[in-house]
């Protein structure tokens, strides 16, 4: 943890959604920075234990090895293939324990298959090599907010989402922050893909929010956040196990999404293929649902077994685009054994915290980010980090 840094919070609050709100300053703690760079920077694991991998860089590059000793230089727009090689980094012609490739004159690193801000790490992980992105926070947030929300949506949803992703990014980094990397770039943290998302709307909404983060009791929040909920919202711990006060279920705005109500239909042979070890399908029950209709658990009756699944495991096994759904088969009189079923559901995601289909209805309709954020995340304080 770094020393002698001071942050401050500017506490916004408000008694009643979209009512009066107001500034207050008081101390909060100290978050690891780079000193050189007077930033946080983030690590992010692009690819992890791959065989191999693609690197460049925009400019000329220097490669250095893990000690900071320059080994050699990239030329600029070049792709050239980082592998494991005796338990080292081969690149080129450098081999090394670990290797950085750092741009000059602010250019782009090329990992896997796109662009990204910052310098790259490459090391020995998991049987092969793992490339992590080191890429400044707010310029991190540039990428995923486009990657998160619609990059041409209202501003006031771009910046709730800003604030989401920050907080968001800053505790899951608290909680799952290992010696190689901070966060990932995928779903389970948040979607990160380099310049490629960025836009003029999405420099925008980060660069107005700057350091702006959701706080509960002097804490970040962890600030979970979906497409649509089909409705309403939920508890958190009616999907998961863990309370938390902020994190309540309240009615959405997102009736104007693609995704508000949806279906999908499998023939016998696509869902006996797809759930297996009870035979041909008869009936899929709901047996326990959440207060606003998400299943937690449904029982799968066959000609040959009966299983009781989680509904997440349905929607894995089905592709279904949320636990909020019901199923109903399709026979004639003479059968006792559907032919087909049809999934009807609502939403998209787990439909914990903020609604991004919600967020931009609200955004639509005159309200601003910090209204949406203190109505989708209850009792929570905005706060601005200001590192100095």
């Known amino acids: 943890m770094s020393s002698g840094l001071l942050f401050t919070f500017f506490v916004t609050r408000t008694t009643k959604l979209l009512k009066a709100y107001w500034w ?4 909060a703690w100290v978050l690891m920075i780079t000193p050189a760079q007077g930033s946080l920077i983030l690590r992010i694991a692009i690819m992890e234990g791959v065989k191999e991998v693609k690197i460049g860089s925009s400019t000329n590059a220097i490669v250095r090895d893990g000690s900071g000793r320059e080994i050699g230089e990239l030329q600029p727009t070049k792709g050239f293939l980082a592998e494991l090689q005796s338990g080292k980094v081969a690149l080129a012609n450098w081999i090394s324990g670990q290797m950085w490739i750092e741009p000059k004159a602010e250019g782009y690193v090329w990992i896997g298959d796109r662009w990204y801000r910052g310098r790259t790490h490459i090391i020995p992980h998991k049987g092969g090599i793992t490339a992590i992105n080191y890429v400044n926070f707010e ?3 540039y990428s995923v907010i486009g990657a998160e929300m619609n990059s ?3 501003q006031e949803a771009l910046k709730a989402q800003a604030v989401a992703a920050r907080s968001y990014a800053l505790k899951k980094r608290q909680e799952n922050s290992n010696n190689f990397y901070d966060l990932g770039d995928n779903q389970f943290w948040q979607v990160y893909q380099g310049i490629k998302t960025e836009s ?6 980060v660069d107005a929010t700057q350091g702006q983060v959701l706080t509960y009791n002097g804490e970040i929040i962890l600030a979970l956040f979906h497409s649509s909920s089909g409705g309403h919202t939920e508890n958190v711990e009616d999907i998961w196990s863990n309370p938390l006060p902020y994190l309540r279920a309240v009615p959405d705005f997102d009736q104007d999404a693609p995704v508000y109500e949806w279906t999908k239909s ?9 759930i297996s070890g009870v035979g041909n399908i008869i009936s899929m029950t709901p047996q326990t649902t959440t207060p606003h209709g998400s299943v937690i658990s449904i029982k799968v009756l066959g000609d040959a077994g009966v ?5 997440t495991d349905i929607t894995a096994a089905l592709g279904l685009k949320s636990t909020r759904f019901t199923v109903s088969g399709k026979k004639t009189v003479a059968q006792q054994i559907p032919t087909s079923f049809q999934i009807t559901g609502k939403g998209f995601g787990h439909a914990v915290g903020m609604s991004q289909w919600g967020a931009y209805s609200l955004a639509r309709n005159g309200y601003n980010y910090y209204q949406i954020l203190l109505y989708y995340y209850q009792g929570v304080t905005l706060a601005k980090i200001d590192v100095r």
Do not use: D, H, M, V
């Not at 003029?200 to 909404?205: E, K």
């Open 24 to 27: 207050t300053s008081i101390l």
């Open 139 to 141: 310029e991190y947030l």
């Open 152 to 154: 041409n949506w209202p």
């Open 200 to 205: 003029p709307g999405t420099y925008a909404a």
């Open 266 to 274: 499998f023939s016998q042979a696509e869902l006996r293929q797809r």
């Open 307 to 311: 299983k009781t699944l989680k509904g």
